[in-house]
C-alpha cells in the first residue's frame, strides 16, 4: 500500500547545483503532479502531466524542468538551485485531472533547503 | 483570475470546542470543492462537495456547500488535540489546461488545539 513515493525526504543543495526529486505511484493514475508549499502561500502547482506522455506548466514553472518517464514515474528537475527555491515539494496523482471523480493522493514530500 | 480563499488563517480552540472553518470562491466552470487535513506532511482527503446544502458528515467533522453565494464550511465538533493541523480548502474545475491547471487551493486554515 505504497500509494505515492517521494525521494529524497530531505536535501540541501548549494545555490547553483541541480537536482532530480523522484516520484512515483502504484495506482494505475493516469495525471501527476508537482507542489510547492511555502507558508502563506499555500500549495502552487509547478507542472502537471495529465496522461504519460504529455506534461504542461502550472503557475509556477520557472527554474524546473519535469519529466514523465512512465505512467508511474513523474520527476522534477531544477537544473541550477536558488534560494528562492527552498520550499516543500509534493508530488500527487489522481486517476484523472478531474479530481471530483476520485480523490488525489499526496506523497510525503521533500524539504529542500538552497544556501 | 480564479481564486480560493480561506478564513481564518489560523485559529487556537481548546479541547471540546466547536470550531467553523470557511472557504469561498471565485472560480469558472467550477466541478467540486474538496476539503484536505494536513498534518505534518501529506494532505489527505477529508471530503468532495458537488452539490449545495448537501451535508458531508464523517465523525466529528462535516461541511456543506452553497454554491449560490459560493463558500462552504467546514466543522469540527467537540474538537481533540489531534485535530491540530492546516486544513486546506480546493476547487475543482472543469476542464484542464492553464497555468493553475485543474485544482485551486487556498492557503490553508492552521488550527491549534489547546489540551
Known amino acids: 500500500n505504497a500509494g505515492v513515493t517521494q525521494t529524497p525526504k530531505f536535501q540541501v543543495l548549494k545555490t547553483g547545483q541541480s537536482m532530480t526529486l523522484q516520484c512515483a505511484q502504484d495506482m494505475n493514475h493516469n495525471s501527476m503532479y508537482w507542489y510547492r508549499q511555502d507558508p502563506g502561500m499555500g500549495l502552487r502547482l509547478i507542472y502537471y502531466?495529465?496522461?504519460?506522455?504529455?506534461?504542461d506548466k502550472g503557475e509556477v514553472p520557472n527554474g524546473y524542468n519535469v519529466s514523465r518517464l512512465n505512467k508511474r514515474e513523474f520527476s522534477l528537475r531544477l537544473e541550477s538551485a536558488a534560494p528562492s527555491q527552498t520550499s516543500v515539494y509534493f508530488c500527487?496523482?489522481?486517476?484523472?485531472?478531474?479530481?471530483?471523480?476520485?480523490?488525489?493522493?499526496f506523497g510525503q514530500g521533500t524539504r529542500l533547503t538552497v544556501v | 483570475e480564479d481564486k480560493v480563499v480561506q478564513s481564518p488563517l489560523s485559529l487556537v480552540v481548546h479541547e471540546g470546542d466547536t470550531v467553523t472553518l470557511n472557504c469561498s470562491y471565485e472560480?469558472?466552470?467550477?466541478?467540486?470543492l474538496l476539503w484536505y487535513k494536513q498534518e505534518k506532511k501529506a494532505p489527505t482527503f477529508l471530503f468532495m462537495l458537488t452539490s449545495s446544502g448537501i451535508e458531508k458528515k464523517s465523525g466529528r467533522l462535516s461541511s456543506i456547500l452553497d454554491k449560490k453565494e459560493l463558500f462552504s464550511i467546514l466543522n469540527i465538533t467537540a474538537t481533540q488535540t489531534g485535530d491540530s493541523a492546516v486544513y486546506l480548502c480546493a476547487v475543482d474545475r472543469v476542464g484542464y489546461g492553464g497555468s493553475q491547471g485543474n485544482l485551486i487551493f487556498g492557503k490553508g486554515t492552521k488550527l491549534s488545539v489547546k489540551p
Open positions: 500527487a496523482s489522481s486517476e484523472t485531472l478531474f479530481w471530483s471523480r476520485a480523490e488525489a493522493f
Open positions: 472560480v469558472t466552470n467550477f466541478r467540486s
Open positions: 502531466s495529465a496522461s504519460e506522455g504529455t506534461t
